[in-house]
């Protein structure tokens, strides 16, 4: 059996022949040939009268844009119209020199603009690219410089106003994105028209040069091939040239006027001519100019005609701007006051939305947020997304920045979920001296106001600049009121961390692992656990600071125990056991050892005989009285390791450690708790101590 080929698509010749991109190549094809092939005398009044529409158009075109990115393409534009301007110049230059005769335009503009005076003409021309090569397009050259320098300065600017505003969930990743779009190609645009400014400099200059070959070839041509005389030569050689360069160049100098007003225009909602007419529009600035007009019409000597008829003119501008005033302000004053709206089901559920995460601050912690800052609130914002996202495995929701008028000034308060979970007090004009260890007591030696770190609860003094030195030298930590924030909100979310991780954000991670890695998530998710679960077993890990960063290795470990059982509990545990290496490394200290103490033989039968079911799985069945003086005795030894400088760290079998912490998690929220199943084989342990039965009942 023969299989034929499949037959090539036919090409669709006429789509491309109505394409955009086509007519412009023919376009430019038109252009360069007008350089190459002579033109009849027709043909050239046809591209003359284009020329003067094309550039009548751009002008206008950029006076009714309302901002220059309205007009991107002008740069290009400006080439297009400069190398056809050129080609005019080109073809009108080879028909003078050739036949003595550049068509009826040239001819006519010549007699009626020149008046048939070649000294005139070349006086008249003199002073048009005067014009525009030394005002308008050097001007223009100029603000489209400075414009493009200031622009690429203000992007860094630009940027961090975008990321604070994203920070602080005042726009979206969309919205961030349509900005940084736009910022990049207003930079574009105007290093662009840094560029394009160039070419009609040299358009300007090229211009000149072609006047005064022109004369010259001419002279020579009607002298030597024509056998005209002298003065004829003269004149009707350089009537033509003067009259085809004021027939192009006036095109040019519009064009060149465009420029500068594209350069030059500021963004606003309206058109220029409504600008301009509108900010003129100052009835007290119309009647001073009148008077002043009006006094120097009766000055001697000067003719008074004139000025009655511009005072006059601008008198009744003056009159026409008081009467619309006037009909504005009695057109407010007669309509009523909008009647309130009554607000429906859709307005009124906008305001159940509760925000994932929120500080409040007081009206005198406001200069904390302001852009002048080098080191500001939202920057900090930023930075500590970053540390949770390495640190946690935590994506953390915008964090929504708002004043409040109810608290003091100095204040601020954190929410998680519209529920206050923290606040403090700061005082901007002071640093936070927090005494070290070997640092005495807080206050010993220094002048200040005493207070307590919110972070961790330490006592600590408010102290002025001028004690900075000293503090520093007594061994304190001295740190600024906005690192004071920042680090009181990172512990706070290290605390709260199981509380921001809702079923959207779970949902979210789960789908970029399938994305990496699809076999790891096939098969688990909803199969084996509800997303619940799932989001349940990612808390208790963020509950105990445990990082989910490596969720694949997570859901592997998921889907080995997840047929076994469904309890969140066990399959946290679990997932720790399978951490064994990332734990270890988590809380080696400095000589790369783990520094614990354990519990006594004793203590851990009576805990291991007590092991029963509770309201949340395993839990002691031991009296109040017990239970006390065990989280003493562990207190005790907690305060050992910290004096010492090392992590408080217990250290029980792995059928313990989950009911004992969470014994522990309320009065002792700093202990860490370890299974000996999940320290590393590679790690070193020293025990400093172990916490024994109270006596009587050993």
Known sequence: MTLAAPAAPAFNWRSLLRSNDAAL??????????????????????????????????????????????????????????????????????????????????????????????????????????????????GAGRVAEVAARFTLDAMPGKQLSIDADLNAGITDEAGARVRRKAIQAEADFYGA???ASKFVRGDATAAVIIVLVNVVGGFVIGLVQRNLTLLGALQTYTLLTVGAGLVVQIPALLVSTATGLIVT???????????????????????????????????????????????????????????????????????????????????????????????????????????????NLLRRITALRRQMATELGLVLPKVRIRDNLRLQPQAYRVKIRGEEVARGELMLDRYLAIPGSDAGNAGDGLSGIATTEPAFGLPAMWIAEAEKGRAE??????????????????????????????RQEVQEMLDRVKRETPAVVEGLVPDLLTLGEAQEVLRNLLRERVSVRDLGGILEVLATSARLTRDPDVLGEAVRQAMARALSNQYRADDSRLHVFTFSPQLEATLKASLGPADRGLGFQIDAKLAQEILARVGEQM???????????????????????????????????LAFSEIDSGTQVQAHGMVELPEGRQ
């Open 25 to 138: 190549a023919v376009a430019l094809v038109l252009i360069v040939g007008l350089m190459i092939v002579p033109l009849p005398p027709l043909a050239m009044d046809l591209l003359i009268a284009l020329n003067l529409a094309l550039s009548i158009g751009i002008m206008l075109l950029a006076m009714y844009i309302k901002q220059p990115l309205d007009f991107s393409t002008f740069p290009s534009v400006l080439l297009l119209v400069t190398l056809f301007r050129l080609g005019l110049n080109i073809a009108a230059s080879r028909l003078i020199l050739l036949n003595g005769d550049a068509g009826k335009v040239i001819l006519t503009f010549g007699d009626f603009v020149v008046g048939g005076n070649y000294v005139v003409g070349v006086v008249v021309f003199l002073i048009l690219m005067i014009i525009q090569f030394v005002v308008i397009t050097n």
């Open 193 to 195: 028209m840094d560029g």
């Open 265 to 375: 225009r500021s963004t606003s909602e309206t058109s220029l001519g409504t600008d301009v007419v509108g900010q003129l529009s100052n009835f007290k600035m119309l009647v001073v100019v009148t008077v002043i007009v009006g006094v120097m019409a009766l000055v001697p000597g000067l003719p008074p005609v004139p000025f009655l008829l511009v005072g006059g003119a601008l008198g009744g501008a003056a009159y026409v701007v008081w009467r619309a005033e006037r009909r504005l302000a009695l057109a407010h004053s007669l309509t009523p006051a909008p009647a309130p709206e009554l607000e429906g089901p859709e307005e009124m559920i906008g305001l159940l939305a509760v925000d994932p995460l929120e500080l409040e601050i007081g009206y005198g912690l406001i200069p904390l947020v302001g852009e002048e800052r080098a080191e």
């Open 473 to 502: 030298l007594m061994g304190c930590t001295v740190v600024d009121a906005l690192s004071v924030l920042s680090t009181h909100l990172t512990e706070v979310i290290r605390k709260h961390a199981p509380a921001l991780l809702g």
């Open 639 to 673: 305060e050992r390791l910290a004096q010492a400088g090392h992590q408080p760290i217990l250290l029980c079998p792995r059928e313990l450690r989950l009911a004992f912490r969470r014994l522990v998690e309320r009065s002792l929220p700093n202990l860490v708790v």
